[in-house]
């Protein structure tokens, strides 16, 4: 059964200078939903993602997961979201199982 609001974005904007990276993003993740975001490099993907996460600032619109502001409920949102990047984040000589537990042992998971 899908239920309550999990992630949330509204009008959701980012820039880098002049460069418009997400413009006017709107969806909702709910309770039990399984949600993937596909399109070409450049697209936003990831800096929508990291809105999401609370690890960069939206330009415009809003943001929410668990009903919090993801931006000013960062340091609350960092204990119970996890964001892994698909590059430059993980460590080649251990395994995707041991990355993970090396993370979560760093973050006091």
């Not at 899908?2 to 820039?15: H, I, T, W």
């Not at 200078?17 to 309770?31: K, M, Q």
């Not at 943001?63 to 590059?87: I, N, V």
């Amino acid at each position: 059964m899908v239920g309550s609001s999990l992630l949330s974005a509204q009008n959701l904007e980012v820039r880098y200078g002049d460069l418009e990276a997400v413009r006017g993003t709107t969806f909702e993740v709910r309770t039990g939903e399984v949600v993937g975001m596909i399109g070409p490099d450049g697209a936003g993907k990831t800096s929508t993602l990291r809105v999401l996460a609370g690890l960069q600032r939206s330009d415009a619109g809003t943001a929410t997961a668990f009903g919090h502001d993801c931006w000013s409920s960062r340091r609350r949102l960092h204990s119970q979201l996890g964001y892994l990047a698909q590059r430059f984040a993980l460590y080649g000589d251990l395994t995707v199982d041991e990355n993970i537990q090396f993370f979560a042992m760093m973050n006091g998971v």
